[in-house]
């Protein structure tokens, strides 16, 4: 027996409990770098605290968590739901840490020497302002010296990871507000959602982007993406990545709301069986007056190796397309008539006149059906190599009856002819590319009611769930949010009667009739608080347990 039972001492011993390390005024840890980064282990997690002034504070994470054990970082927001901020100006890197490329990020994953090297796994990243990760702003490196930031620096600087989530960040004021790199085809299963990212790129170039991702299988959902900065060229969101789905985002300026093009110099993503194949559904894309492009989005290819294009099929669907130029709009730049666009469900409005709007920029295999389209609107402004295949169903007007344009609300009225006048999702999309959600101003998501045929565009018309649910969102908070028992509700100047909680996958699973609400025996995680008052009002709000 004495073997046996040293072996169950041996085996349990070398158990290691996780930590949850706590950040902030009045936390057992006062800096950011009192945290010990180097040696997390599955399932640790650091909570940073809201404080009155920023974390000058920069570091890297270059752990491993499992499946079932993350290693999470969290904000903790304050009773207004400020978000804790870490400001790169001035930044110092936090001790106890080496890595290289300090000069690409606030914050960095992958690549260091402390922590040792490897392929950081089932990483959290959320509810952070992360921000000033672009020259001329300085920090201060782990030996002590002075640097600049370079030009494609990023708040969140990706040089490899594995099971990655960014979730509920601001990032702005950067070079790169999210910057991911494939390392190979090491980076993979990738989700980047509920951020709110704007204020990025460099003036006068283009080469800098709200996002510029490359990975294997990555998902955007349920984002904010705003304006780049004044006189930056880039674009929202460009991507060379292999299982790209774009779904359910806001997307307005850049130079194109969408640029997927190649991996040209990462074989192992142009030859991954999902790097043909790329989905983009449910999402808003707002092209004001004055951008750069007048394209929405481009597909295929800009290195003119064409050899790596995507060459291959672009699903475009129940999107919500809004253009207010004066001048022309062109939906899509398809890179070569290897290209293929299969477009339906969509609502494509321009203010302009439907002269000046066109499908396609010259090449491409473009084949429509069953969207709204203003009248008047062309194949190409050329005379294109590429092909238009009108496939029948689609619907030409001159208004599509949106239920606030000023206010951009797009939500179909009742007579709109957006409503029930959608096509089926086709079975090769289905399950896993439904249309199952909509976003909700800003960074959340409800379910979408179908009661006939699905709607044409991003959002589904439902007189009990019109544009009210997302106008009061700014009029209820939730306290203390994260939390790990109760979680109290208030709305102001209305009194709440009923909750409803929702998972990430739109499922209910709890209900309370008064204005708190116990998540004790909830898995910790995101979930969604459906709020409805007696005075007839219903708003949502996220709530996080930890």
Not at 18 to 36: C, K, M, R, W
Request: proline residues 4%; glycine residues 8%; aromatic residues 10%.
């Amino acid at each position: 027996m004495k073997p046996l039972f040293i072996f169950i001492l041996l085996f349990f011993s070398t158990i290691v409990k996780a930590v949850d390390y706590h950040v902030g005024p009045n936390q057992t840890l006062t800096t950011i770098s009192e945290v010990p980064w180097a040696t997390l282990q599955a399932g640790d997690r650091v909570f940073i605290h809201w404080k009155e002034t920023p974390y000058k504070e920069k570091w890297v994470i270059n752990r491993q968590g499992d499946a079932n054990n993350r290693i999470e970082i969290i904000g903790v927001s304050n009773a207004q739901g400020q978000q804790p901020v870490i400001d790169g100006n001035g930044a110092v890197t936090v001790s106890g840490v080496n890595y290289w490329n300090e000069s690409r990020g606030v914050i960095k994953i992958g690549g260091s020497n402390v922590p040792e090297d490897g392929l950081p796994a089932y990483i959290t990243i959320e509810n952070l302002e992360i921000r000033s990760g672009r020259p001329p702003f300085q920090f201060t490196n782990d030996i002590g010296e002075t640097e600049t930031y370079a030009s494609n620096a990023a708040a969140i600087y990706v040089e490899k990871a594995t099971n990655l989530i960014i979730r509920n960040c601001t990032l702005h004021d950067s070079g790169n507000g999210i910057f991911i790199g494939a390392f190979d085809g090491q980076t993979e299963t990738i989700l980047i959602e509920n951020n709110y990212i704007y204020d990025n790129g460099i003036e006068g170039s283009y080469y800098e982007h709200n996002v510029y991702s490359a990975a294997i299988n990555i998902t955007y959902q349920f984002n904010r993406f705003g304006p780049l900065r004044t006189d930056a060229g880039g674009n929202n969101l460009k991507d060379r990545s292999a299982g790209l789905v774009v779904r359910y985002n806001w997307i307005e300026g850049g130079n194109r709301q969408l640029d997927l093009v190649d991996s040209y110099d990462v074989p192992q993503v142009a030859n991954h069986p999902s790097y043909s194949t790329t989905h983009v559904y449910g999402n808003i894309l707002i092209e004001p007056d004055g951008a750069r492009n007048s394209q929405i989005a481009h597909y295929g290819g800009d290195s003119g190796v064409t050899s790596s294009y995507r060459k291959g099929t672009l699903y475009f669907y129940n999107n919500t397309v809004v253009s207010t130029r004066n001048g022309n709009t062109t939906l899509m730049r398809l890179s070569t008539n290897d290209e293929t666009a299969m477009v339906f469900n969509n609502v494509i409005y321009t203010t302009a006149s439907g002269s000046q709007f066109s499908m396609i920029d010259d090449t491409g295999i473009f084949n429509l059906h069953h969207n709204w389209l203003k009248t008047g609107w062309q194949d190409c402004f050329c005379t294109p190599s590429g092909t238009v295949n009108d496939m029948g169903n689609n619907i030409t007007g001159t208004d599509p009856l949106f239920e606030d344009f000023d206010n951009q609300e797009f939500i179909p009225q009742e007579e709109s002819l957006l409503v029930n006048n959608g096509d089926a999702i086709p079975s090769i999309l289905l399950p896993d590319y439904d249309v199952l959600l909509e976003y909700v101003k800003h960074q959340e998501f409800s379910n979408r009611e179908i009661f006939q045929n699905i709607d044409i565009g991003a959002f589904e018309y439902d007189e009990n769930l019109s544009a009210g649910a997302i106008r009061y969102n700014d009029k209820i908070s939730a306290f203390p949010n994260p939390a790990s028992s109760v979680i109290t509700l208030n709305w102001t100047n209305q009194t709440i009667q009923n909750i409803y909680i929702y998972n990430r996958l739109g499922q209910k699973i709890k209900e309370s009739k008064t204005n708190q609400v116990s998540v004790l025996l909830l898995p910790k995680g995101v979930y969604f608080a459906h709020v409805e008052t007696k005075e007839g009002n219903t708003a949502t709000i996220k709530i996080i347990k930890e």
